[in-house]
């Protein structure tokens, strides 16, 4: 894990008492996640009260089906997505729980 980003987010998070959400591209590139990251942020966003999200737009389906969800078996609150759905062409959806929408 990356101690020193996993340790700043949940520094901030323990600090500010109004903080949302989490976003993230779960990939960047050529660069994944270290070994527990995602799991360790969603963690973080269920103790401190926060949505996970995780920004699919470009990163969608290529990785698998389910996405990065489905790939690092880490389901976020809510999920981007984008060209992909599209063929190609400019689009974009998100998914999330009844709950949340």
Do not use: W
């Not at 996993?6 to 008492?17: I, K, P, Q, T």
């Not at 993230?24 to 963690?43: A, F, K, N, T, V």
């Amino acid at each position: 894990m990356l101690l020193s980003n996993f340790a700043a987010v949940e520094a901030l998070l323990a600090e500010e008492g109004d903080v949302a959400a989490i976003i993230l591209e779960r990939l960047q590139r050529i660069i994944p996640p270290e070994l527990g990251y995602l799991q360790g942020l969603h963690d973080l966003g269920g103790r401190y009260g926060v949505l996970l999200i995780f920004d699919e737009i470009v990163t969608g389906f290529r990785s698998a089906y389910g996405g990065a969800q489905e790939h690092y078996g880490v389901t976020s609150d809510i999920c981007t997505l984008g060209k992909t759905i599209g063929g190609g062409s400019p689009s974009g959806a998100l998914g999330a729980s009844t709950e949340i929408m």
